[in-house]
């Protein structure tokens, strides 16, 4: 089963615009990690956020986290076409394994 | 380019067979996942190899197993295919132990279509 939920489903935006994606999650977590995946192929990692910490940036990335609602947003700034993909996130509890338990993803369609 | 390799890139069988899949992690790497994609959802973690022991186990049946070598590579064998086998199977490698690292960096994964 799957623990987050992701909102939107899909998000179609102009190139230049900013776009957003927010993530639920239902149990306690040790860290929220956000994937990029183009056209059904391998994830690529974005970006960390541990459950101690509310706020990350990584270049145009800016995650957040609120561990009180169990939610993450993801924001891209200033999109590019490039960025047209679908966007995972993903939360990790060590209970024995390493183990990513994964949203449905948003599908982010950037328009020129 | 995470350094994680995976194959085939595809490959077709029909329902009962069996089928194998490779993974070669990351350098430095000691710990190897493996996730199932369906079309259209997220992964689903089926288990993980740490020192060439199942480290964790998802909600798979039995026919779904695993093997970590000396060298960290892996493989994941399905026994018995069924048509919702169909998926990306995605591996992950990772570092644990005392020098863990938190994030899982994925290979291209393997494309199954089962007939």
């Known amino acids: 089963s799957q623990q987050g939920e992701e909102d939107p489903q899909a998000l179609s935006i102009q190139e230049g615009e900013n776009a957003t994606m927010n993530c639920s999650y239902k149990?306690?977590?040790?860290?929220l990690q956000w994937y990029r995946q183009n056209s059904g192929r391998g994830l690529v990692h974005l970006i960390l956020i541990r459950s101690n910490e509310r706020e990350k940036h990584s270049g145009r990335l800016r995650v957040t986290l609120d561990t009180s609602k169990k939610s993450s947003s993801l924001l891209i700034t200033a999109s590019r076409a490039a960025d047209t993909a679908s966007y995972f996130c993903?939360?990790?509890?060590?209970?024995?394994?390493?183990?990513?338990?994964f949203g449905q993803g948003t599908r982010l369609t950037i328009n020129p | 380019e995470t350094g994680v390799t995976q194959s085939p890139t595809h490959l077709i069988k029909t329902r009962g067979q069996q089928v194998t899949l490779r993974c070669s992690s990351q350098s430095g790497h000691n710990t190897v996942s493996w996730y199932q994609q369906a079309l259209g959802q997220g992964p689903q973690f089926i288990f993980q190899?740490?020192?060439?022991?199942?480290?964790g186990r998802g909600n798979f049946p039995p026919r779904f197993s695993g093997l970590q070598f000396p060298n960290y590579s892996s493989e994941l064998n399905v026994n018995a295919l069924e048509l919702d086998d169909s998926a990306l199977y995605l591996c992950?490698?990772?570092?644990?132990?005392?020098?863990?690292?938190?994030?899982?960096?994925f290979g291209p994964g393997t494309r199954l279509t089962v007939l």
């Open positions: 149990t306690s977590i040790n860290n």
């Open positions: 992950a490698s990772s570092l644990s132990g005392q020098e863990r690292t938190d994030t899982q960096y």
């Open positions: 190899y740490y020192r060439e022991e199942e480290n």
């Open positions: 993903a939360t990790a509890a060590y209970q024995g394994a390493q183990k990513l338990v």
